[in-house]
């Protein structure tokens, strides 16, 4: 189960699971400890305990808070390496 998901420009781009330890840092996001992304924390809204799309992937959905909706722009990554 999802329970945090890390919003940039209204893309979902991040999520963690049950027992991840997540922290804003000044210039990145880390996970248990572990340096995963580079965006800033003022770039950056962290949504706690949602649920999330069975097929989420980053970048694929927008979330406001409260809604999912469909990034008409996302291209499936597996389709480019053919």
């Given at each position: 189960m999802i329970?945090?998901?890390?919003?940039?420009?209204?893309?979902?781009?991040?999520?963690a699971e049950d027992g991840d330890v997540v922290s804003l840092e000044l210039?990145?996001?880390?996970?248990?400890?572990e340096y995963i992304?580079?965006?800033?924390e003022d770039e950056v809204t962290l949504y706690l305990n949602v649920g999330e799309p069975e097929d989420w992937s980053?970048?694929?959905?927008f979330f406001d808070g409260v809604n999912w909706s469909r990034n008409p722009d996302w291209i499936d990554?597996?389709?480019?390496l053919v």
């Amino acid at each position: 189960m999802i329970t945090a998901t890390l919003k940039n420009n209204n893309l979902s781009v991040f999520r963690a699971e049950d027992g991840d330890v997540v922290s804003l840092e000044l210039d990145h996001i880390k996970r248990n400890e572990e340096y995963i992304y580079g965006l800033p924390e003022d770039e950056v809204t962290l949504y706690l305990n949602v649920g999330e799309p069975e097929d989420w992937s980053s970048g694929k959905y927008f979330f406001d808070g409260v809604n999912w909706s469909r990034n008409p722009d996302w291209i499936d990554p597996e389709e480019t390496l053919v």
